[in-house]
């Protein structure tokens, strides 16, 4: 069975040596990608990857919020294949773009990650106005070369809402990974130019259950977010494409519909969304 998957970071170190193999997996069964970039350096590789495989992989370039200040808040050892610098220089997300990049992000609000600074509060304060600036920059840029956004928003959606309604953005937003409140969800759907991505932590447990079951089929795609998140059950194992199955499984369940609709419905939704 064919799938889109509509998040995936397949340029990041920790598929090393495992690439090809899944790409070539996904070529055989037409499935189809979007290489999403984290910071300038993991876009242009994502980029470049998606160059090589064209026939099933597609990109989109951004600054997750993580690299938005002036210097480095997480170490992640998936993600590194090169340095990033900092301060990231964000017009060279503008240098970028070509045919092959289908939107911009992943970018957006996530303060999760100031916690862990120890900075007073005028510096928090400094480090929120960056990390919304950052957000705002990739928002007049899609506007710019008329891309959707792809979004990374932790708990406050309803800021990330509201920076987008302040820029007046109309185009397309899909809120990856979504895992919100259910008026957060509710508030959201109001916006026609507004979609849902899940991921396998829908798997964990029930507490998404209901938005699921209330989601509007033309409104959401599946996601891995590979190389994290893994399925209930391979917790622990790298994470891949193909593992999107078993979002659409429990979709299938909650809705009680067939699986291959779900997938059929969401990689519709995705080459829709990204105009592909």
């Known amino acids: 069975m064919k799938f889109f998957d509509s998040h995936c970071h397949l340029q990041f170190e920790a598929f090393d040596g495992l690439t090809e193999s899944i790409v070539s997996d996904m070529i055989k069964s037409d499935s189809k990608a979007i290489i999403v970039g984290s910071s300038i350096e993991s876009s242009k590789e994502g980029v470049l990857l998606s160059k090589k495989y064209p026939q099933c992989l597609y990109s989109s370039v951004g600054v997750h919020p993580v690299h938005s200040l002036d210097f480095e808040i997480y170490k992640d050892g998936s993600e590194r294949k090169v340095s990033v610098e900092y301060p990231q220089d964000l017009n060279k997300l503008r240098e970028l773009i070509d045919d092959n990049v289908k939107a911009i992000g992943e970018c957006g609000i996530d303060f999760s990650y100031l916690r862990g600074l120890n900075g007073n509060d005028e510096q928090i304060a400094e480090w929120k106005e960056k990390q919304i600036n950052c957000f705002k920059f990739q928002i007049n840029l899609a506007k710019e ?14 800021v990330g809402l509201d920076i987008l309604n302040q820029i007046n953005f109309k185009g397309k937003v899909l809120f990856h990974f979504f895992k919100g409140k259910y008026s957060d969800f509710e508030e959201i759907l109001k916006y026609s130019n507004c979609y849902f991505s899940f991921s396998n932590i829908v798997t964990y447990d029930n507490s998404m259950d209901k938005v699921l079951k209330d989601m509007p089929l033309d409104r959401f795609m599946i996601e891995t977010d590979a190389p994290y998140v893994s399925p209930i059950g391979k917790k622990g194992e790298i994470n891949e494409p193909k593992n999107v199955f078993y979002v659409a499984e429990k979709i299938s369940k909650v809705k009680d519909m067939n699986i291959e609709d779900v997938l059929d419905i969401s990689y519709d939704n995705a080459m829709k969304f990204f105009n592909i």
């Open 145 to 158: 070369f008329n891309l959707p956004l792809i979004l990374h928003i932790r708990k406050e959606y309803m």
